[in-house]
């Protein structure tokens, strides 16, 4: 349960809608048209925006919210959401996340259910009342002064290397893809150095995975940082030390529980500021492709306003 305050004042502005029609391989592109209704019985003007991609979609967020949107929806997954913070992060304007995707893991962990209309109904909800609620972001930097904001969790180990080989792949299409990527780099398995800086203390230490979540889940429900609250001004730091292949294996059925964290190779972390550092791999956040290793990743406490 969330421990945070409501605030009553919501922006005017019309409620600025990104849609992402291809989430959760489709199966919710019917319900659209009901969503943008539940959403105009709060009384705004609701307004689609229109992108034919991630890039545009984000951009078109960024446009809305210069040209002043009371309030910014979300209907998709992980990366719909992703996208859309970028845009209203460290600003007034509250944000309401429609689970429709195949991972839908900020949406959930920060209290809105998980069927869309249920979660519509709630954001209308606020949308009425005025009302929204501060959680806290997760933002992390690059070397080049690149930086991403991200709600869920930041992958720096073999999952987000899976990531990498998947998106480098052109065959086969769809999950099997993934499925061999996984196989692929089960293959080529092995412990990497990292440096970790937790709050201006560093650990130099072999590991396989590594994650930082603002909130407890990634993957579609995996709670690889069980413990995380985005609402406590802190990032917990999971890491999954020199696994092979067959205990990697038997250990990661249990992070849909979140009780690997009990495994003896496995070391958890909270700090306000963590720096990552390894070579040759590329972060994923909140199941989206960030910043090359090294990065600096900071605690954002209240940055982002909920439709709650």
């Known amino acids: 349960m969330l421990a945070v305050t409501a605030h009553d004042h919501v922006p005017a502005g019309p409620v600025a809608v990104l849609a992402n029609p291809t989430a ?20 705004r003007p609701v307004r689609l925006l229109e992108a034919t991609g991630p890039a545009e979609a984000e951009a078109a967020c960024h446009a809305a919210v210069a040209e002043g949107a009371g309030a910014l929806v979300a209907v998709g997954g992980d990366g719909t959401v992703h996208r859309a913070v970028q845009a209203v992060a460290g600003t007034a ?15 959930v962990d920060t209290g809105f259910p998980a069927d869309p209309l249920d979660a519509v109904e709630v954001i209308a909800g606020a949308l009425r009342a005025g009302r929204s609620r501060p959680v806290d972001l997760a933002r992390v930097a690059g070397v080049d002064g690149a930086d991403r904001w991200y709600g869920a969790v930041l992958a720096a180990g073999f999952d987000a290397i899976v990531n990498e080989r998947a998106n480098r792949m052109r065959w086969p299409r769809g999950p099997r893809r993934y499925d061999l990527a996984i196989l692929v780099e089960l293959a080529r398995l092995r412990p990497r150095r990292y440096r970790l800086t937790l709050d201006g203390v560093t650990h130099e230490l072999d590991a396989v995975l590594v994650a930082v979540g603002n909130a407890a889940s990634y993957g579609g429900g995996m709670r690889i940082c069980p413990d995380a609250d985005p609402t406590d001004g802190l990032l917990d730091v999971v890491v999954g030390g020199r696994f092979d ?7 990661k059925p249990r992070i849909y529980q979140g009780t690997h964290v009990t495994h003896p190779l496995v070391r958890t972390f909270r700090a306000r500021t963590v720096e990552v550092d390894a070579a040759g791999i590329t972060t994923y956040v909140d ?18 306003r909920l439709l709650r």
Request: aromatic share 4%; net charge positive; proline share 10%.
């Open 24 to 43: 959760g391989r489709g199966r919710h592109r019917g319900l659209l048209p009901r969503l943008l209704d539940r959403l105009a019985d709060a009384g």
């Open 93 to 107: 304007v509250p944000f309401g996340p429609v689970p429709a995707g195949t991972g839908n893991d900020f949406a």
């Open 245 to 251: 292949r067959l205990t990697l294996m038997r250990v």
């Open 287 to 304: 199941g989206e492709r960030a910043l090359e290793l090294p990065v600096r990743i900071s605690a954002v406490p209240a940055a982002l």
